[in-house]
């Protein structure tokens, strides 16, 4: 499927930094790119997305930047929460549009 | 608000056993998937289903995994012969439209192969 690559691993910030996460795909056809939280023993969870006609996607402490023509994409969080500790995933739809291929997660760790 | 519902939440199986685990997508979506992740690893597309027909699958989805929806509510993955390698959580979704809309995940089947 799709190669999705995305950096760091794991992600340590102090409570009110910020924290950023990125990701490169390498299908030029895709065309959206959603970012996912999963919490413990959860499945995951939406928390933006945004559509390759847009360049810049902001929801409150959340964005979402892409750059299409160098095939990667980014997410910040700012002013960081310990709620914010979780496991975040980029994805990106596949050829065929029907499935979403996943990042291998970030694992995010707010400390107060 | 409306969510994916699945069943079990936790299942152990011996190896060479069948298995079914149970899903329940949101009643108007019409694109249903699997996923499974391994302790620890990624989220790994195993297969979608779309107008009573699979749409789409990834090389994890061979001869030994099987899904149907056997009313108008239910989406079921079954795994013929489970494998040690099986072991894992394993995810159902649906969406409303099939290309780039939200996919909501249900909360997880654990299957542990023995």
């Known amino acids: 499927g799709e190669n999705v690559e995305q950096h760091p691993s794991t992600l340590s910030v102090q409570e009110g930094d910020s924290a950023v996460i990125k990701c490169t795909y390498s299908?030029?056809?895709?065309?959206?790119f959603p970012w996912y939280k999963q919490e413990l023993g959860k499945g995951p969870q939406l928390i933006i997305d945004?559509?390759?006609?847009?360049g810049e996607k902001k929801d409150q402490r959340i964005a979402v930047t892409l750059n299409k023509t160098a095939k990667h994409f980014s997410l910040h969080i700012t002013e960081t929460q310990p709620e914010d500790s979780a496991v975040y995933f980029c994805?990106?739809?596949?050829?065929?549009?029907?499935?979403?291929?996943f990042g291998k997660g970030t694992s995010l760790l707010v400390t107060p | 608000e409306p969510e994916v519902t699945q069943t079990p939440s936790h299942q152990v199986t011996q190896m060479g056993q069948e298995v079914i685990l149970r899903c329940v997508p949101i009643?108007?979506?019409?694109?249903f998937y699997w996923y499974r992740q391994i302790l620890g690893q990624k989220v790994e597309f195993l297969v979608s289903?779309?107008?009573?027909?699979?749409?789409?699958k990834s090389e994890i989805f061979d001869d030994q995994f099987s899904v149907e929806r056997p009313d108008g509510s239910n989406f079921t993955l079954k795994i013929r012969s489970t494998k040690l390698e099986d072991s894992a959580m394993y995810f159902c979704?649906?969406?409303?439209?099939?290309?780039?809309?939200?996919?909501?995940f249900g909360e997880g089947s654990r299957l542990t192969v023995l």
């Open positions: 299908d030029s056809a895709s065309n959206y």
């Open positions: 945004i559509r390759s006609n847009v």
């Open positions: 289903f779309y107008n009573n027909e699979i749409s789409e």
């Open positions: 009643s108007n979506h019409l694109y």
């Open positions: 994805a990106v739809n596949s050829n065929s549009g029907y499935a979403l291929n």
């Open positions: 979704a649906s969406r409303e439209q099939g290309v780039t809309g939200e996919l909501f």
